[in-house]
């Protein structure tokens, strides 16, 4: 278990799935960003 879990820290493919599920996820929300606008235009 402790070399899967290695693995799947290492891996650029698991990596971008995650940054996509959570873009994908906090995309609908529509909150503002740091800058106070919810949307680009």
Do not use: E, F, P, Y
């Given at each position: ?11 650029i493919s698991a990596r971008t ?25």
């Open positions: 278990m402790h070399k899967l879990q290695r693995l799947l820290l290492k891996s799935l995650a940054v996509r599920r959570v873009a994908q996820d906090n995309g609908a929300k529509k909150t503002a960003g740091i800058d106070g606008k919810a949307s680009l235009s």
